[in-house]
Each structure stands twice: as C-alpha cells, then as structure tokens.
C-alpha cells in the first residue's frame, strides 16, 4: 500500500482526514463532523463507504439502508447468516451482519489489496466478528466457495465508480446463485442514469438466472430523471417485497420497489448480458460528487 499520510485537520479533539494511495486512486478517510466515530471512505473523490466504529448498525447512505434491509429480512431476526460480500469498501455491511446478527460467518472480497490494509489499520474490525477479508477479484474468489454455502451475496463492487464488465453477465450470475443455498438471495448496488439501459439490462440478465425478482430506488432514478443507485434483488424463491416495500418507502430517503411483471416489463425488452458482450457501468456524470 502507498504510505498512507494525514490529511486535512479535524479541529479540536477531533481526527484528521487521512489519505492514502491505493490500488483504485486515492482513497481518503474522512471523519465525520456530527458522528463522533463516524467515517466516510472516498475514493478519487466520489463516496464508497460510512461507518460509525461505535454503532456499526447506523446505516446513513441511502443504498446501505436498503441492503441492511435486505440483510435483516433474509432469515428471522438475530438469526445467523453465512454471507459474502463482493467489494469490501470499509466493510460496512459486514459490520452492520456481525452487529444485528451475531455469529454469522462472513467472508468479503476485495480485489484492492491496499485499500484493505489501510481499513483494517484506520478503522479495525472488531476481534468478535467473524468476518474474513481476502484480497482477490470478485468473481475469482466466489469460483472458490461451495456450492450452497451462502445464505446472502452482496454486491457492491466499483472500479472508478464503474461496475467491472465481468460482474454483469449471466455467466457470473450463475456463479452467484451456485453459491447460494436455496431460498439464499443475491443483492447487488447498481448505479445508472438516463436511459437506464445498463439497470434494464442487468434486470434482464437476473431475470435469465432467477425467478424471483425486485429493484429498491429513489423514484427519480427509476424514472430515468437522475443519476443514482437501485439495488437488485434476486433469488430462487418468493422475496419478502411487502416488508420490504414498507422499510424502503419509510427511510429517511424514501424508496420505491419494483417486482414482478411490472419489474420485467420496464426492461423495455432489454437482453440479458453475457461475458461476450459484457462492458462496464456507465461512468457517472461529474456533478453527482459535487
């Protein structure tokens, strides 16, 4: 990892900023000025990741909200979760499983091996937690877990704030789901604007490898109006959409679920992605870190 330096003042009795060089860009920890022992991660500029050490079950970015919905309404409350995350980031919604779900069994996948080293030194896990972090590629890493060991997937993997090509197929899709034990559910952060044709498309990619099916986003986003983040979620059984439809509608940012037919048909007739035709996400537009 390049050496990692203090950045900006914090204030009186209060952390500085640090900065550090790692694999993706420049990555900053930056704390946060009305959480005590909040902080958010950036990279080059654009938001990864907040976390608060002290209560790992705040969640405050929007899209992390709706994943630790998904989180606490995949098995009966407290129960424990065997669970992988794709994309580490500052390891957010691991903490948030071990806090909400003691003794699940966790593994993160992390292909930035010095963004990993800076987490782990800045903003330690607890020693509890059963979370284990590797640094390898997404894809690679799942192709060595076996088959039906996860109960959930996560994923929330950006490279220069672009979903890597080879995490939108159908070919990994099936990787994912072999993972899965039944009834197990997929949750992947994707981002997109207008025309939507990456989130039609990846809902059509889904939609070839599962049968069950629902997005979580800001209306406007589903809408096309702006820029911004839609989770999907997908899974060989019946999903819990009302409970969920509910949590996401009364968040402080609220949201809107899609499923069902009405899901599938805003694809437009969209195909499903293979790795033959596989590209990126679509860069965001420059004023969305503004």
């Known amino acids: 990892m390049g050496k990692s330096k203090r950045g900006r003042a914090g204030g009186p009795g209060r952390p500085e900023t640090v900065v550090a060089q790692v694999d993706g860009g420049v990555a900053e920890l930056i704390p946060d000025p009305e959480v ?9 500029g654009a938001p990864q990741s907040h976390v608060d050490l002290a209560d790992p079950a705040r969640l405050t970015f929007a899209y992390q909200r709706r994943l630790g919905h998904v989180a606490d309404l ?3 409350a407290g129960q424990p979760l065997r ?3 794709l994309g580490g980031g500052a390891f957010t919604l691991a ?7 003691p003794r699940s069994t966790q593994q993160v996948l992390e292909v930035d091996a010095p963004l990993v080293q800076l987490v782990r030194e ?3 896990l607890d020693a509890r937690a059963r979370i284990r972090v590797r640094s390898a590629d997404a894809r690679a890493g799942l192709g060595r877990i076996p088959d039906g060991w996860a109960d ?3 994923a929330d993997v950006f490279s220069g704030a672009r979903t890597p090509a080879h995490l939108t197929s159908t070919e990994f899709l099936a990787e994912v789901r072999r993972v899965l034990g039944p009834g197990g559910q997929y949750a992947a952060n994707l981002a997109d604007g207008p025309p939507l044709a990456h989130l039609r498309a990846q809902v059509a990619t ?4 599962f049968p069950e ?8 986003v589903l809408r096309g109006r702006r820029f911004g983040n839609a989770i999907l979620l997908a899974s060989d059984l019946p999903l819990p959409v009302a409970e969920l439809t509910r949590r996401v509608a009364t968040d402080p940012h609220p949201g809107r679920v899609e499923h069902g037919r009405e899901l599938i048909d805003s694809t437009g007739g969209a195909l499903a992605v293979t790795d033959a035709n596989a590209r990126p996400s679509p860069a965001p537009p420059p004023a969305v870190f503004r």
């Not at 909040?38 to 080059?44: E, H, K, Y």
């Not at 889904?206 to 490898?209: T, Y």
Request: proline share 10%; hydrophobic share 60%.
């Open 36 to 44: 005590p022992h909040g902080w958010s991660l950036l990279i080059d």
């Open 74 to 76: 995949a098995a009966p």
């Open 83 to 85: 669970a992988v995350h």
């Open 95 to 101: 903490r948030y499983i071990a806090a909400t779900r």
């Open 122 to 124: 800045r903003l330690p």
């Open 152 to 154: 959930l997937i996560i």
């Open 206 to 209: 889904a939609a070839a490898v």
């Open 213 to 220: 099916l629902a997005l979580a986003a800001d209306p406007a």
